[in-house]
């Protein structure tokens, strides 16, 4: 019942400035998102796609529900766009275990086949170079991190960055050459 | 690297980005010169920026199901109930299913058992699943997969156990299969079957797509998860404003139909819908709204504010996007090229599918049943009733508002009823247990009551007999409900359900009981009383039972202010119905009040504007109208045909009703030119709004003729007569009292034409009609009595006139106020021509003063009774008296009339005719000629007027 005034309160303050109530948000909506997916994956994923864009979009219509501003919409995708961004790191970080022979997941069979397919070595080498483009650089990570974990506008970068939007699409166009420079060097 | 090298490795990039050609080779040497151990890096970030943006989105995409993947299925051997899952089926918005087993050493039993995702679950949600529970247990049908157990774990976690169909999916079954359309038409129209036997027993399915419709080893369909979804749907909060839900968001956003979008109430429209896309996929292997890459946000907004594709164009626009052999290989798996797949489809297809995706609810097929019945047309060659223009919609919209006789069961009412015993039963067995009972019984009614009120019976076509049966058979079982409340919201819902169907007597001896119940204290609350009454109150309007209409409308409306703060909005349509009830017992001061009442009390609550203000707004300027408050009726109606064309659209049965009233108030107030805009509006949005043969049409075109013939359009007012004439014979014939009012209206055109003796033939075959079908006192009989004297007249023969006159006068109480005027006008004519003019004057100054009274000092509805007065005058020797009657006459012809019109003319040369006698020959002989020539122009010379005032000049010595 009240889960979603909590909500929609928690992101308006947090809006404001109130880091907390960021911190109080960010489990909610890192759970949705693990659930949803896990869900999705499970189940048919008949008329969904994995896309980033459409699980945050949902979590954002499943958790908020209510007509907030655009502005605070924006932070929330952040917000999941951050959270995604985790959930693969944590999986990133299982994966390097398994390929180590020391994971403490379970897998099964085909999965093992699965493991070391271009795709997931491809993402722990995503998951690294985001990571080093934080440290040089942790504005250009963030909004790496809202454009493709979030599927956020430039528009909602921008007012989440403190950003203009012309900004916004120079420096995410330097970070994404960054990246596919630094993850093809990584080879 | 480090910061710095970063810092510089941007700011080379972006300037390197901005050159081309020598500048930019010019930059990348001193780039080179300067920061040698870079370049490498720069170059690599060069070629970086070249490759695909989506290269990155995959990446993310997949990286995405991996982590999901890699998560192992908590619920994989757990035990729910007596049930043991061992895999996971499927995952849906509301919930997962998974296989489960129950043995018991007996027999080993295979189920599907679902688990459904409910937020915030508490004891009334529970109590909700608990109850539709029952219901889809007792939904048994060979092709609906059984529901077979279902409870809650640990109290608080609800789930279905459902028969185990092991099947395929229809839409891969097709299309592996490489059906044909025909076959695929043939399976589908099973599935609309089995959804209208649901819809019969009163389950809607919320949820139709292609995972929920198997086909089994027999090549049946079966379908699962019958009304499962309703289990997610937000309770009704009276006055809250509907939100778009969780439920509306856990749907498979592709077969959600707008109204779940938006979390409005669901009906069986929705389910036809959701079968319009399935339809369109198994045709076209496309969905409505494209697929690739949408998100459910996306697509929600797709189906609220897009037309969709038709099914062929669908499958024709995929060719231009990247999908490159698609269609083909769409169209094989059907057995045919995709050129021969389109053509197929264009047409009734199309047609067929984009009716069942409609928007509007209205406009989709009213049943499964329709659907599955025009699909079966196409596959006859018989034409399918889909698409060409919507008449019978609108004119089934047109029926419902204005709540006349049209009767047709709805499936709503039909399935309600047997609802009725089967939760009475229930309600008996388990009334003792305590207050989560009561709350559950609350919602059934709630349920029930909610069906009722949505029951349209235009909506549905249906078996009358089958829906009478089953509300006798509630009747007889809603004693068994204990609850008093419930009983009497059950109660009232009957009630209106038999008004709907027009039987009055047990509408309203439900009714009586409902309000019984409620009247006792503790009975539910005063606006269940309100609305029980209200209810009464309609149906008392139906049996012209006014005065018992309006005491419980205004009882209503005491209520309903006793509920509500003050200046809610909701008490607008309790007054609004006050108002009608005040009209129609005459008292018109009241109504008017109360229609600003209401209209005030809309303004201030902020929902004026909708459609209750327009229909308001309507009645007050009738009610106006009556009251001979013409410029306020025509403000009044104004307005409201700007929210009838708002709301409700240009073409609608509103606005052409408020546009011919508009018309006939100007014509009271002599405003021909003005009016019969309005009434050439009415007719032209009639012709095609209507059906041909709507009633309505010819007594528009008659309304545009009126004006016509005053403002002289002679052969335009003949052209809507003919029209008017032959639409009466063919829908009402010629013995009809229809066509006996048409034959009076042609009359008064011709009698002003000058055609005295076709007037004669119009009123005895008027009068023969009148004697028929009515008698001779009929108001149909005493107007052609009138006419026929009229005509007389005309002819010479004042005699006779006068002795139907006088026989006339001995029923004028049977005439309406208006009608009693002009019989004393041309009694008081007739005499006048036989020189009795004590009497004459006497009867036409009375005359006067009513047309005067009703209809202001400056009409031109008194040019006929100043006129009869001149000539009277003049008969009698006094022609100044005369000139003095005509000049006035003459004056207010001239403001009122277009330049040259017959009626100034006919005025002008009575003026004429008293200043010549008056000794003002010069002036008289010029308006004498003046008039005869606008005479002449419009009825020719040989018209009596011409001949008369041919005589009077050359008597002036002209």
């Known amino acids: 019942m009240s889960e979603e005034l909590d909500i929609t309160g928690l992101l308006r303050v947090w809006r404001e400035g109130e880091i907390a109530a960021g911190e109080k948000l960010a489990p909610l909506v890192y759970d949705d998102l693990y659930e949803r997916a896990a869900a999705i994956f499970h189940g048919e994923a008949e008329g969904h796609t994995l896309q980033p864009t459409a699980l945050v979009h949902e979590a954002f219509a499943r958790l908020v529900k209510v007509d907030v501003e655009w502005q605070s919409r924006a932070h929330f995708f952040a917000l999941s766009a951050r959270m995604m961004r985790r959930l693969l790191i944590n999986h990133a970080n299982s994966r390097r275990a398994v390929r180590r022979g020391g994971g403490a997941v379970h897998l099964p069979l085909q999965d093992e086949l699965h493991a070391d397919d271009v795709e997931t070595r491809g993402l722990v080498e995503l998951m690294d170079a985001l990571q080093a483009l934080e440290e040089l650089d942790p504005r250009k990570a963030s909004l790496i991190e809202m454009q493709y974990f979030g599927g956020m506008s430039h528009a909602e970068m921008a007012e989440v960055a403190g950003l203009s939007v012309a900004t916004v699409g120079r420096e995410l166009r330097f970070a994404r050459a960054w990246l596919r420079k630094e993850m093809a060097g990584g080879e | ?958």
């Open chain 2, 1 to 958: 690297m480090s910061p710095t090298e970063f810092e510089i490795l941007e700011n080379a990039f972006a300037d390197v980005e901005a050159l081309e050609g020598e500048a930019r080779a010019a930059y990348l040497a001193r780039f080179a010169q300067n920061h040698p151990e870079l370049v490498d890096e720069l170059g690599a970030l060069m070629a970086a920026d070249d490759a695909p943006e989506s290269e990155l989105t995959a990446m993310v995409s997949q990286s995405i199901a991996e982590a999901a993947r890699d998560q192992p299925d908590p619920w994989i051997g757990r035990q729910i109930g007596s049930w043991t899952i061992s895999a996971r089926l499927g995952q849906g918005g509301m919930g997962a299913v998974f296989k489960a087993h129950r043995g018991d050493g007996e027999y080993d039993q295979t189920a599907a058992l679902k688990v459904i995702n409910l937020r915030n679950m508490n004891a009334r949600t529970i109590a909700r699943f608990l109850t539709e529970r029952q219901i889809l247990a007792n939904l048994r049908h060979p092709n609906i997969a059984r529901l077979i157990d279902g409870g809650t774990e640990h109290g608080d976690l609800p789930y279905l156990v459902m028969e185990y169909i092991a099947g395929e999916r229809i839409d891969r079954h097709c299309d592996e299969r490489q059906l044909g359309v025909s076959a695929r038409l043939q399976l589908f129209r099973k599935v609309c079957d089995t959804v209208d036997f649901a819809h019969r027993h009163l389950v809607v399915h919320r949820d139709i797509k292609p995972s929920n419709i198997l086909i089994d080893e027999n090549g049946e369909p079966q379908l699962l998860d019958f009304g499962i979804a309703k289990l997610l749907e937000p309770e009704e909060q009276e006055g809250a404003p509907q939100q778009t839900t969780e439920a509306a968001q856990a749907l498979t956003p592709e077969y959600a139909s707008p109204e779940q979008v938006r979390g409005e109430p669901v009906t069986i429209a929705s389910d036809i819908y959701a079968l319009g896309v399935l339809l369109y996929r198994l045709l076209s292997g496309c969905s409505p709204y494209g697929e690739a890459g949408k998100s459910a946000y996306e697509l929600q907004t797709a189906i609220l504010d897009r037309d969709p594709s038709r099914p062929s164009a669908a499958l024709s626009s995929m060719d231009t996007v990247a999908h490159d052999g698609l269609p083909d290989a769409i169209a094989s798996q059907r057995g045919l090229t995709a050129a021969e797949l389109r053509t197929r489809l264009k047409g009734d297809l199309d047609n067929i599918v984009l009716k069942c995706l409609q928007k509007d609810p209205e406009r989709r097929y009213a049943s499964a049943r329709d659907l599955e019945r025009d699909v079966e047309r196409y596959l006859h060659d018989q034409p399918v009733t889909a698409g060409g223009d919507d008449l019978a919609y609108r004119a089934r919209k047109f029926a419902k508002r204005n709540r006349g006789p049209l009767i047709a069961a709805s499936l709503a009412v039909l399935g309600l009823v047997g609802l009725v015993s089967f939760y009475t039963a229930r309600l008996a067995d388990e009334r003792d247990r305590a207050e989560l009972e009561a709350m559950r019984s609350r919602e059934v009614a709630d349920f029930l009551v909610g069906i009722f009120d949505s029951a349209d019976p235009a909506a549905a076509p249906g078996e009358t007999v089958t829906a009478q049966m089953l509300l006798d058979a509630g009747v007889a079982d809603v004693d068994a409900i204990v609850d008093p409340a419930i009983r009497g919201a059950l109660l009232r819902a009957m009630g209106q359900s038999y008004g709907a169907l027009g039987q009055y007597d047990q509408a309203t001896d439900l009714l009586d009981r409902s309000i019984a119940l409620f009247r006792e204290p503790g009975n539910g609350t005063r606006l269940d009383l309100a609305r029980s009454l209200s209810a009464r109150a309609t149906v008392y309007n139906e049996l012209d039972r006014f005065e018992e209409r309006h005491a419980d409308a205004e009882e209503a409306v005491a209520l309903a202010r006793a509920s509500y703060p003050e200046g809610d909005g909701r008490l607008a349509p309790y007054l609004g119905d006050l108002a009608s009830a005040k009209s129609d017992i005459f008292d018109q001061e009241g109504a008017m009040a109360t229609w600003n009442e209401a209209i005030a009390v809309q303004r201030g609550a902020g929902t004026y504007g909708d459609s209750l203000t327009s229909d308001m707004l309507g009645d007050l300027a009738v009610a106006y109208d009556n009251a001979g408050r013409y410029e306020e009726s025509i403000a009044t109606g104004k307005e409201a045909l700007r929210l009838s064309d708002e709301t409700l659209g240009r073409l609608d049965a509103n606005g052409i009703i408020i546009l011919n009233n508009l018309a006939l108030v100007h014509y009271r107030m002599g405003l021909f030119d003005e009016g019969v805009e309005f009434a050439r509006d009415a007719l032209s949005r009639a012709l095609q709004f209507w059906p041909g043969d709507h009633p309505q049409i010819p007594g528009i075109r008659m309304n545009v003729g009126l004006a016509d013939t005053r403002l002289g359009n002679f052969a335009e007012a003949e052209t809507q007569y003919d029209l008017a004439a032959e639409e009466l014979l063919a829908a009402e014939g010629a013995g009809s009292v229809a066509y006996g009012w048409f034959l009076y209206m042609r009359g008064a055109h011709d009698i002003r034409i000058g055609r005295a003796d076709e007037v004669r033939r119009l009123s005895q075959e008027g009068m023969a009609i009148a004697r028929a079908v009515l008698d001779e006192d009929s108001e149909l009989f005493l107007m052609h009595r009138m006419m026929e004297a009229v005509a007389e007249r005309d002819l010479g023969n004042a005699a006779r006139s006068e002795t139907i006159l006088r026989d006339l006068l001995a029923k004028r109480e049977l005439l309406r106020a208006a009608d009693q005027a002009a019989l004393d006008l041309y009694l008081g004519q007739a005499l006048t021509d036989l020189g009795e003019f004590a009497e004459a004057a006497r009867l036409l100054e009375s005359a006067f003063a009513a047309f005067e009274e009703r209809s202001g000092p400056d009409s031109v509805s008194i040019l006929s009774p100043l006129n009869a007065r001149s000539q009277l005058e003049r008969a009698r020797g006094n022609p100044q008296a005369a000139v003095t009657l005509a000049a006035r006459a003459e004056r207010i012809a001239d403001q009122s009339l277009p330049e040259g019109n017959w009626l100034i003319a006919t005025v002008r040369g009575e003026h004429g005719r008293a200043l010549a006698e008056a000794g003002r020959t010069a002036q008289g002989l010029q308006r004498m000629r003046s008039a005869r020539a606008d005479l002449v122009r419009a009825f020719g010379t040989s018209d009596s007027r011409v001949r008369e005032l041919d005589a009077a000049i050359a008597a002036a010595g002209g």
